[in-house]
Antibody, heavy 122, light 110 residues
Framework: EVQLLESGGGLVQPGGSLTLSCGAS????????MTWVRQAAGKGLEWVSS????????YYADSMKGRFNISRDNSKNTLFLQMNSLRAEDTALYYC???????????????WGLGTLVTVSS | SYEVTQPPSVSVSPGQTARITCSGD??????AYWYQQRPGQAPILLIF???ERPSGIPERFSGSSSGTTATLTISRVQAEDEADYYC?????????????FGGGTKLTVL
């Protein structure tokens, strides 16, 4: 079955760190750009970060740059998001998503996981 | 920072046509993408590159773009279409996009 499954969420104190994982199955993981998108409770979607197929290029939303680090292990079909210096406003459901890019043009985020909840609170 | 703007809510009766707009200064040269999110579920891609539909998405869902406005049109609306709808675009050209999402539009089927 083609799917993404996030894990690693939980309760963390402000200023703390957390690493999220996203396991992929049912498709050729290294053929796709991978992305993290988050959603605070009752709020909209917010792009967090993306990583190229090889992992050599990474991209971040301005508010996450310098605090978050995206990486991937293509041998294990797994995407990661290391989050440091966490703030209350980072509290959200974090989704991983697959992006299909054909001839340099994005075909959108066509596969999403169910998300993992991160709560930043003392 | 760049923003794309959607109406907070749209209401429509079953069988009618719903149109959800998304406004952004970059739309003349950036594509629009649309997602449906039902309560408690992950988003689903409905439209990519302004007008294209992924396999498995009903033809009732269509997209268009003109000037600084992209539009998602849902024809023959059904009760199951009640959901939040998000547009997505990018704020810069060249290299990998920095993606932005609209605030979402709640579609209510009366």
């Amino acid at each position: 079955e083609v799917q993404l499954l996030e894990s690693g969420g939980g309760l963390v104190q402000p200023g703390g760190s957390l690493t999220l994982s996203c396991g992929a199955s049912g498709f050729n993981f290294d053929n796709y750009v991978m992305t993290w998108v988050r959603q605070a409770a009752g709020k909209g979607l917010e792009w967090v970060s993306s990583i190229s197929r090889s992992g050599s290029s990474t991209y971040y939303a301005d508010s996450m740059k310098g605090r978050f680090n995206i990486s991937r292990d293509n041998s294990k079909n797994t995407l990661f998001l290391q989050m440091n210096s966490l703030r209350a406003e980072d509290t959200a459901l974090y989704y991983c998503a697959r992006e299909d890019i054909l001839t340099g043009s994005s075909r959108g985020f066509d596969l999403w996981g169910l998300g993992t909840l991160v709560t930043v609170s003392s | 920072s760049y923003e794309v703007t959607q109406p907070p809510s749209v209401s429509v009766s079953p069988g009618q046509t719903a149109r959800i707009t998304c406004s952004g200064d970059a739309f003349p040269w950036q594509n629009a993408y649309w997602y449906q999110q039902r309560p408690g579920q992950a988003p689903i891609l409905l439209i990519f590159k302004d007008t294209e539909r992924p396999s498995g998405i009903p033809e009732r869902f269509s997209g268009s773009s003109s000037g600084t406005t992209a539009t998602l049109t849902i024809s023959r609306v059904q009760a199951e279409d009640e959901a939040d709808y998000y547009c997505q675009s990018a704020d810069r050209g060249g290299g990998y996009p920095h993606w932005v999402f609209g605030g979402g539009t709640k579609l209510t089927v009366l």
